[in-house]
């Protein structure tokens, strides 16, 4: 699995000159490292890509990538469904509704087995994503993260510093007489929160073994 990021890109970010390459090989060791601690908190793999999902016995269906662009191929139980005519999508959510053979749009449990081949993720990450990448490989990276005073139960405030030069600041509860609130990741250098919009968007439809999700 690549990362969320290219390498060009992460050294214009980070101010390293294209001509510079003695640090490539761990800058993308960093930004794979960082790809995969944004993709295991927001259950989400984030590029475009193609997915084949299958459901044995579903109820309500939900893919697991998103956002979802398009669906190039559908099968209940072996049998063809008309990505046109028989199902429809919510692109935010991932959600397939039934069009055809069921009794509600949301029925699909007179199914044994659904297949569903679909394109989802991003051709280019949001900038806030992308700004959000780069400012957890500078914190892996270079150690840039600079105000930490405050966390850990102390008095005070962090500040976390973006590439662009752009900041945040975040209260600690500790300043209120309690723990620290929104304290950031070890590795990202922000708290996981910032990617909360990044989620998962599925209401509460937790995988299982009912569920089986591959990249082709």
Same mark, same amino acid.
Request: net charge negative.
């Given at each position: 699995?690549?990362?969320?990021?290219?390498?060009?890109?992460?050294?214009? #970010?980070?101010?390293?000159?294209?001509?510079?390459?003695?640090?490539?090989?761990?800058?993308?060791?960093?930004? +794979? $490292?960082?790809?995969?601690?944004? %993709?295991?908190?927001?259950?989400?793999? =984030? +590029?475009? @890509?193609?997915?084949?999902?299958?459901?044995?016995?579903?109820?309500?269906?939900?893919?697991?990538? +998103?956002?979802?662009?398009?669906?190039? $191929? @559908?099968?209940?139980? &072996?049998?063809?469904? &008309?990505? &046109?005519? /028989?199902?429809?999508?919510?692109?935010?959510?991932?959600?397939?509704?039934?069009?055809?053979?069921?009794?509600?749009?949301?029925?699909?449990?007179?199914? #044994?087995? =659904?297949?569903?081949?679909?394109? @989802?993720?991003?051709?280019?990450?949001?900038?806030?994503?992308?700004?959000?990448?780069?400012?957890?490989?500078?914190? %892996?990276?270079?150690?840039?993260?600079?105000?930490? %005073?405050?966390?850990?139960?102390?008095?005070?405030?962090? %500040?976390?510093?973006?590439?662009?030069?752009? @900041?945040? +600041?975040?209260?600690?509860?500790?300043?209120?007489?309690?723990?620290?609130? /929104?304290?950031?990741?070890?590795?990202?250098?922000?708290?996981?929160?910032?990617?909360?919009?990044?989620? /998962?968007? &599925?209401?509460?439809?937790?995988?299982? $073994?009912?569920?089986?999700?591959?990249?082709?």
């Amino acid at each position: 699995m690549s990362g969320l990021v290219t390498l060009a890109d992460t050294k214009t #970010a980070l101010g390293i000159s294209s001509t510079d390459t003695e640090r490539d090989a761990m800058l993308t060791r960093v930004i +794979n $490292a960082v790809s995969h601690r944004i %993709r295991d908190y927001t259950g989400q793999h =984030l +590029n475009l @890509a193609t997915y084949t999902d299958q459901w044995f016995q579903p109820d309500v269906v939900f893919t697991r990538g +998103n956002p979802v662009n398009s669906i190039s $191929a @559908a099968s209940a139980d &072996s049998g063809a469904l &008309s990505v &046109s005519t /028989d199902i429809e999508f919510d692109p935010e959510t991932g959600r397939i509704f039934r069009l055809s053979g069921g009794n509600a749009l949301d029925d699909w449990r007179s199914v #044994a087995h =659904l297949e569903i081949t679909y394109s @989802a993720g991003y051709a280019t990450l949001p900038d806030d994503l992308a700004d959000l990448v780069f400012t957890g490989v500078q914190n %892996r990276f270079e150690g840039w993260l600079v105000g930490t %005073r405050g966390l850990g139960g102390q008095q005070g405030a962090m %500040r976390v510093q973006f590439p662009d030069g752009g @900041a945040v +600041n975040y209260q600690t509860a500790a300043a209120l007489g309690g723990g620290v609130m /929104d304290a950031p990741d070890f590795l990202l250098g922000f708290p996981l929160s910032m990617l909360d919009a990044y989620k /998962d968007p &599925s209401p509460g439809i937790a995988p299982d $073994a009912s569920h089986m999700w591959v990249q082709s």
